[in-house]
């Protein structure tokens, strides 16, 4: 089945400090990947998606994310953190329960919580 | 644009006891989701809706879970009797359809407390 591991729980920064959080997904072929960003309090908003073509994709607010397909990662990255950017962040895969792509089902990863102190 | 709206936002309710959420997708989406948050981990797929047919509840506890969607545009999920082990925060999502690219936004969810 299907898995996405994200590797950091907690990850503590202080602005201005650069930012990567670890997304990994677990099967080969043709991948989708999502990053979701839930600010305190707020619903779970899309931060940026990648379906084909260039492997740097840039999001919302300055984020970008790097699908390495040799490594299975997908890896979350803001040169420059905000205290606004403190939230939980979250890597998914549309993968169905039978196995493959499903556009219907999300897997999400358990989430990594930023803390950004100005 | 009205998002995703869920009621009610927070619960509180002794075990036993039956809950009932309710979910309003964005106008015109045809794809509606029911989706469960246990503390410190990402959101599971409770059961997904196209128009007002159920097309994968696969992961819906239909011992006491159950969820209709009516005319196709509004939802509910409902918990008789509730456990304490349901103590989770409750996610309806929409999109238009479930075609590669589309978004799936999220509501703000209703938590749930069980005591």
């Avoid at chain 1, 960003?37 to 840039?58: A, E, I, R, T």
């Avoid at chain 1, 490594?71 to 040169?79: A, V």
């Avoid at chain 2, 410190?40 to 969607?69: C, H, M, T, W």
Wanted: proline share 5%; glycine share 10%.
């Amino acid at each position: 089945a299907q898995s996405v591991s994200q590797h950091n729980h907690h990850v503590i920064l202080s602005e201005a400090a650069s930012l990567e959080l670890g997304c990994n997904y677990s099967y080969g072929g043709t991948v989708n990947l999502f990053w979701y960003v839930q600010y305190p309090g707020q619903h779970l908003q899309l931060l940026l998606k990648y379906f084909s073509g260039d492997p740097l994709v840039k999001g919302i607010k300055g984020f970008e994310a790097e699908f390495i397909k040799s490594k299975f990662s997908f890896n979350l990255r803001k040169p420059s953190v905000q205290w606004s950017d403190t939230a939980e962040y979250f890597c998914a895969v549309p993968w169905g329960n039978a196995g493959g792509t499903s556009y219907g089902k999300l897997t999400f990863g358990q989430g990594t919580i930023l803390t950004v102190h100005p | 644009e009205a998002g995703v709206v869920q009621s009610p936002r927070y619960k509180i309710i002794e075990k036993k006891q039956p809950v009932a959420f309710w979910c309003n997708p964005i106008s015109g989406h045809n794809t509606l989701y029911w989706y469960l948050q246990n503390l410190g981990q990402g959101p599971e797929l409770l059961i997904r809706y196209e128009n007002e047919e159920a097309v994968d509840d696969s992961q819906l506890p239909k011992d006491r879970f159950s969820a209709e969607r009516l005319k196709g545009v509004d939802s509910t999920l409902k918990i008789q009797p509730a456990e304490l082990g349901d103590s989770a925060v409750y996610l309806c999502a929409s999109s238009l359809d479930t075609a590669p690219g589309n978004t799936i936004y999220f509501g703000e969810g209703s938590w749930l407390t069980v005591v």
